[in-house]
């Protein structure tokens, strides 16, 4: 069973699906596959809630 967490862009407030894997990577940082900025993924991390519907998101390397 993986862990897997939603976190949500500061920026265009789109919300992805991330495991505690892609949060290793680059320290959390990432960039959101829909407007293209780069925030940290750990911080914005959601409370999930049932059936929340999330993107997956590409961690930086």
Known sequence: MTD???TQC???QTS???SHAQLS???GVVR????????NAARQLLEQRQ???AAPLT???
Do not use: D, K
């Not at 959101?32 to 925030?39: A, N, P």
């Open 32 to 39: 959101c596959g829909s407007c293209l900025q780069v925030f």
């Open 51 to 53: 059936g929340q519907q």
């Open 16 to 18: 992805f699906r991330v």
């Open 10 to 12: 500061p920026h265009c």
């Open 4 to 6: 897997s967490f939603v």
């Open 59 to 61: 961690p930086l390397t």
């Open 25 to 27: 990577v680059a320290r």
